[in-house]
Each structure stands twice: as structure tokens, then as C-alpha cells.
């Protein structure tokens, strides 16, 4: 309380006290600058889908295989690799539980690891449905073939994901999408709530309590006192067209100052790129004239191109979030702009959509549902409650960032 955060490339201060419409295009900001990262995190997952097609696993080898520090083969681990082919052994004939097997593994004097010589069920389990052990692999939810050597057949793989049907429940075929199944938590146990039909008409929700001793697990919520809550709380987003418009012209204000900065990062990568493009060229005449190795020229010249492109990337990235900024802004206000009047006439999985996109850390304690607004709408949910949404909140009034709301009144 109290705190005044300084932007000084902004020439912004945040406070308590700043106007709605600041701290919303500071929330828009925060966005463009995760998207960002968000696109930088890109590049190197593209290096590794690279490397998944050429078939070699771009992440760490699981329990029976490694890698030496800075290669890329991948070699298997003798003794563990047994220890990995007798419990698919043991599992394939489908009349042994993971209990079993691992007490079998034990008894017949196989050690998982040092400190934890029995392997843990769940442990056991991922080991069992992994199918880097035939020699091919997932990478991304996709499959490769890979070029590591096989410690089970396929054959093997195949009868053991058989029996992990007959070990298990069967699937259940959902008949009823509940809308904040799988959406909320209990906070104070971490276990999922769940919805279930009572009398063949009525949706309750409750703690699936994975704990056994959770307070919460035999208070039941009905959805109408669940959805009034979201209800209320996607009121505090909504937006007139006249709001909408008087943030449009606030946003226009604040692209000229993005837009500058944007110019300032694509000159300093310019700037960048040339001194490397000047070095490729150089090198090349050393080269030439036989001052530097046919070895040392391939070395530099990979990763001083390497360097280039990465940089032409970061170019063509702020040139699109120059664009992408005041695209994203109105995106948003158009969102918001008479949203509940649209939002109550959504079917439930639309709804569930909607709710995922203004909102985070959905929970249900007892008989209270709670919830976090994500950026920047939690600003917009603190204006629209003001009488004037885009003048200076009250300094004593509550933040919304975090809230929760009794069900029982």
C-alpha cells in the first residue's frame, strides 16, 4: 500500500491512485511484452522440433538411457536398462497390479536407485506407457522415429499398454459438460471440483478431496450460485461503446510513445546486424587470402550467421508488435464492450472459453468461489466499478486483483 512504481522510459507513474485508463494500457503492455518472449521461446523450440525430425530427442533421455554432457548421441545405461526390461516383463501379462511389480522387481533384487530402491508407482507407471523404450519418441504430442537403440520390442510396448487397460478403470464416456469441472480448485487441499447431477437435474460441485481429509469434501455448491458469482464479476469487465471509444483515444496516445521505442530497438538490432554482416564479409577475405583456416572460417561464419539471423528475427518481431500493439488493445476493448449481455446468452463451452481468458487461479472454498483477473482486465474491472471509470480509483477502495465472494447470502 502506497507504492508508486516509476516508468521512467514511459515517463509513467503507477500508484494506487492512477487513472484506469494507465494502468490499462500498462496491462497492454505487459501483454506485448510477454508476447515477446513468448515469440523468442519460439525460436528455440523450432531448434528442437529440428532436431526431433532429424530423430534425435532434444530433451532429457528418461531412466535407462543418457546423454554425455555436450553430444548428442544418446546410450544406453546397462544396468538400469534391465531393471527397465523385467518390469515391462512382469507388467505384459496383464494379471499383475503396479503394486505387484514393483515388489516382484524388489524381491528378485533389482534397486531402482540408491536412495529410492523401490521405484514409486507413479514413477513405475510413466516408465511403463513411455515409448522412448522401442526407440522412437514423442516430442510435442508428436511422434518420431528416433535414432537411440531400442530396450523393448514394440511387440513388448504394445502388450503392456494392453494390460494397463485390464489393471485400470475403463473410460467413462462424459455425457455432461460441467462447467467449472476441471476449471476450479480447492485451495485448501489442491484437489480438482468436480460437478455431478443430483436428482437428474440439479449440477453440484464439491472437492474431489485426493486427500481423503479435506474440510471441504462434503459441502456441495449448486452451479446458479457458482455462475452468479462469474456473472457479477464479468459485469465488472464490461464496457459501454462510449467507454470503449474514450479508451481508443487514450490507447492512440500511448502507441506514439510505443512506437518510438519500437523505432529505437529496430535501429540498435540495425546497428547490430551490420557490425556482424561487416565481420561474415571480412572474414571471408581473410579467408581468401589464406590469413585464417578453412576450419576456423566454417566455425565463424556458422555462428556469426547463426548470431545475423536471430537478430533479422528480433527485427521483424518488434516491427509486427508495433503493429500487433494497438491491434491487441482494441481486440481487447471490443471483448469487453457489452460483454455480459452476450455472455449470459453463450452455450456452456463457449462460456468455459470466455472465462479462461479474463480470468486465472479459479477456486472454490466451501461454499465461496474466488478468482483472479488476468492483466489488463483486472484494471478494467477496477474502473468500471468507479462511478467514472476512467478517473482515479478511490484510494480506499478494495483491488480487485484478488477476490472472493460468499455463495450463502
Known sequence: EGIEIHLVKENTILSDNSKSHEKFIHGIKVLMAKNYIDNLSEEVKKGMLQKATQGEYPGKPPYGYKRKKGEKEIYVVSDEAQFVRRAFELYSNGFKSLDNVIEELYSEGYRYRQNHPKIRKSMLSKMLMNIFYTGDFMFSGVFYKGKHSAIISKEMYNKVQKAFKKDNKPDTILKHHFLFSGLMTCPKCGSAIVGQIKKGKYIYYSCSDKTKNCPNRKIYVRQEKIEKVFEAAIKNV????????????????????????????????????????????????????????????????????????????????????????????????????????????????????????????????????????????????????????????????????????????
Open 238 to 409: 464490461e464496457i459501454s461503446t462510449e467507454q470503449k471509444e474514450a479508451m481508443i483515444i487514450a490507447l492512440k496516445e500511448s502507441y506514439k510513445d510505443e512506437s518510438a521505442f519500437y523505432a529505437e530497438e529496430i535501429e540498435r538490432l540495425r546497428k547490430q546486424s551490420d557490425i556482424l554482416q561487416s565481420r561474415i564479409d571480412k572474414l571471408y577475405t581473410d579467408k581468401l587470402d589464406g590469413i585464417i583456416t578453412e576450419e576456423f572460417w566454417a566455425e565463424k561464419h556458422n555462428e556469426w550467421n547463426n548470431e545475423l539471423s536471430i537478430l533479422l528475427r528480433k527485427m521483424e518481431m518488434n516491427r509486427n508488435a508495433n503493429k500487433d500493439y494497438m491491434d491487441l488493445g482494441i481486440k481487447l476493448l471490443e471483448l469487453v464492450e457489452n460483454l455480459y449481455s452476450r455472455y449470459i446468452s453463450l452455450s456452456q463451452e463457449e462460456k468455459e472459453k470466455t472465462l479462461k481468458i479474463i480470468f486465472q487461479n479459479f477456486y472454490l472454498d466451501g461454499e465461496n468461489a474466488g478468482y483472479t483477473y488476468k492483466k489488463p482486465f483486472n484494471s478494467i474491472a477496477e474502473g468500471v466499478i468507479c462511478s467514472k471509470w476512467w478517473e482515479a480509483m478511490d484510494s480506499n477502495h478494495r483491488p480487485y486483483a484478488y477476490q472472493a465472494y460468499a455463495l450463502t447470502t
